[in-house]
């Protein structure tokens, strides 16, 4: 059975945290989607991936386009039209109990330095277990991450 992560940002960024995740999904042979909750948002993620340099370029799309199937990452405020293995959520974006079944893995990353998004994390979590689905929640309080957390 799936599980979602919880992944609390203090100390990186989103763009470089959802690298290194979206990176891993890519190494295990996952197709990722991204879903964010503002379009203006996922086009900002879209120009920061492609700037992020030769070595750590991660193959992606916008949602919208004639090729979104063939997407490795795709980003998008919606479903996913690349039948992704790995679903993340950024900026609150929703994540109904029932997908995290469809995926191998499901993923909420939120800044904990919001307190707007941290609210809508601890919501959730609540839904996310509420409903019986297993949860991990990760810190990078310490500068590396740990696990604080499972329901």
Not at 20 to 37: C, F, H, I, Y
Request: net charge negative; aromatic share 8%; with cysteine.
């Amino acid at each position: 059975m799936a599980e979602a992560y919880f992944y609390h940002l203090t100390r990186r960024s989103l763009e470089d945290t959802l690298a290194m995740l979206a990176g891993k999904s890519l190494q295990a042979g996952w197709r990722v989607a991204v879903r964010g909750a503002d379009a203006a948002r996922l086009d900002w993620l879209d120009e920061k991936l492609w700037l992020m340099g030769e070595e750590s370029f991660l193959p992606h799309g916008r949602a919208g386009g004639p090729h979104d199937a063939l997407q490795p990452i795709l980003l998008t405020d919606g479903a996913a039209a690349n039948k992704a293995e790995y679903l993340m959520s950024i900026d609150g974006a929703e994540v109904a109990p029932e997908e995290v079944a469809g995926h191998a893995r499901v993923c909420v990353i939120f800044d904990g330095n919001d307190d707007v998004a941290l609210n809508r994390a601890r919501q959730q979590w609540k839904a996310l277990t509420d409903s019986g689905v297993r949860a991990q929640y990760w810190s990078e309080e310490s500068g590396r991450w740990e696990k604080k957390a499972e329901r």
